[in-house]
């Protein structure tokens, strides 16, 4: 019985040689991973090789390492200690071609924030961050997309930076959750009291305006102030800022606290309030989960920082072609409702 001649390798590397625009050396080096090709030559053979169906195992079109930059602020509240580890156990699961480059700056240090994002001494191929939402801020990231770096948003949107992902919770969503639970839980016709960590951190932003949305709308008996009390998670300035509103006679029906410094609103209210006052707030940290089987607190909303730290990470890979390709949420993701009934046992940081 006769066979068809059988055809010959080269040909088809001549094929893939023809269709890359590089030589038929250049594809055997590519495809038998030997020698040295350029990053650019690498890409062309594989992409040819695969519109052309070659029936074998391909290579990875990149070649030599991958680095990624991870930057966050240096803050020590309990959910950016969550989110820190939460990354640290993804990171510890990756291809060992990554390199990945932890960067902490200084809280409100916007300088220390630029130079982490601006270019660095090797070749970035991507950056999960988590940043305020300034000019310079935008810039930067602008800048970082333009060299061609995936850029993977957390916790916080930043607007304008064409093709970057957002991990984190719809904020909006968030703060208007809050604005109505506080309607529907205040106990007493008086004010809410806002505070927020930063004005420059859209998700602050985001949360108080939709935390007012709702009480103007739904609830006109509860008085909403117009201008934000910031308070950097301090708990001294959120001590501080509760106290004040006690002090000059307001009814405090209600408080909405979009960040932490948490203690500080424990103490104020232990010594001030004289009537229960309702309170809402983020993240079931660990003071937080006492403060609700005390009944001083009356709902926490949970960003979930273990699926912000997954879904930032899946989405630079899948950019970098190294992992499958992922919907992300255009507003945001999903958040979670805890109250004193629904804690689970566990710490938050365990």
């Given amino acids: 019985m006769d066979h068809p001649p059988r055809r010959k390798k080269t040909a088809r590397f001549v094929e893939i040689a023809a269709l890359a625009g590089v030589s038929v050396a250049t594809v055997d080096r590519v495809l038998n991973e030997r020698g040295s090709v350029s990053a650019r030559a690498r890409a062309q053979v594989v992409e040819a090789a695969r519109q052309l169906g070659v029936p074998r195992l391909l290579p990875d079109a990149r070649h030599g390492l991958i680095h990624i930059d991870i930057v966050l602020p240096d803050n020590r509240t309990p959910f950016f200690q969550r989110l820190n580890r939460a990354l640290q156990r993804g990171v510890a699961m990756l291809d060992k071609r990554l390199v990945v480059h932890r960067v902490w700056t200084p ?134 800022a509760v106290s004040e509103a006690f002090r000059r006679g307001d009814v405090i029906a209600g408080i909405y606290n ?46 979930d920082p273990d699926t912000q730290a997954i879904r930032a990470l899946q989405h630079v890979l899948a950019a970098l072609e190294m992992a499958p390709a992922t919907g992300a949420p255009a507003q945001g993701g999903e958040f979670r409702l805890y109250f004193a009934e629904n804690m689970g046992p566990q710490p938050y940081l365990a």
């Fill in 107 to 240: 809280d409100q240090d916007e300088a220390a924030l630029l130079r982490a994002i601006g270019p660095r001494r090797y070749p970035r191929q991507a950056l999960i961050v988590a940043a305020p939402d300034t000019p310079a801020v935008r810039a930067a990231l602008q800048q970082a997309r333009s060299r061609g770096e995936h850029i993977a948003l957390v916790v916080t949107r930043v607007d304008e930076v064409a093709g970057a992902g957002y991990f984190g919770i719809d904020n909006h969503a968030a703060g208007r959750t809050a604005g109505y639970l506080l309607g529907r839980l205040c106990r007493k016709v008086g004010r809410i009291l806002l505070l927020s960590s930063r004005r420059d951190y859209r998700g602050h932003i985001e949360r108080s305006s939709g935390c007012r949305e709702v009480l103007q709308a739904q609830f006109p008996q509860l008085q909403c102030d117009e201008a934000l009390r910031e308070t950097y998670d301090d708990p001294d300035r959120c001590y501080w």
């Fill in 258 to 303: 979009t960040g932490a410094g948490s203690p500080g609103i424990e103490a104020a209210l232990r010594r001030f309030a004289v009537d229960k006052v309702c309170w809402v707030t983020h993240e079931l940290s660990d003071d937080h989960r006492q403060y609700l089987q005390q009944g001083l607190l009356d709902v926490v909303l949970d960003q």
